[in-house]
């Protein structure tokens, strides 16, 4: 079983940044694939951003240029800075981690709230 300890969200002003950590909690032999998805209130939960294996990323189009997927593979840890955010990124953020193809784990998300 892997465990997903994520940190890092709140509450912060439009314009302002966080910076999300997810850490598997156990140690894994190997590297995979992680990544973060969001969802809002009423909302079908979004794929933020993934991270491969090799270090390969990729975006959804309403982060790109503003939020930055990395990974330290010694701490088994992703990460994602977010900059320049806005009140329509507000959401319970959750990092995954995918053990095989077909066996993913979830961390138990960490609210983010943009507000003034």
């Known amino acids: 079983q892997v465990h997903l300890v994520e940190s890092g969200g709140g509450l912060v002003q439009p314009g302002g940044s966080l910076r999300l950590s997810c850490a598997a909690s156990?140690?894994?032999?190997?590297?995979?694939?992680m990544g973060w998805y969001r969802q809002a209130p009423g909302k079908e939960r979004e794929l933020v951003a993934p991270?491969?294996?090799?270090?390969?990323?990729n975006y959804a189009d309403s982060v790109k240029g503003r939020f930055t997927i990395s990974r330290d593979n010694a701490k088994n840890t992703v990460y994602l800075q977010m900059n320049s955010l806005k009140p329509e990124d507000t959401a319970v953020y959750y990092c995954y981690l995918d053990l095989t193809k077909n066996i993913r784990y979830w961390g138990q998300g960490t609210q983010v709230t943009v507000s003034s």
């Open positions: 991270i491969s294996s090799t270090g390969r990323t």
């Open positions: 156990e140690s894994i032999f190997g590297i995979y694939a």
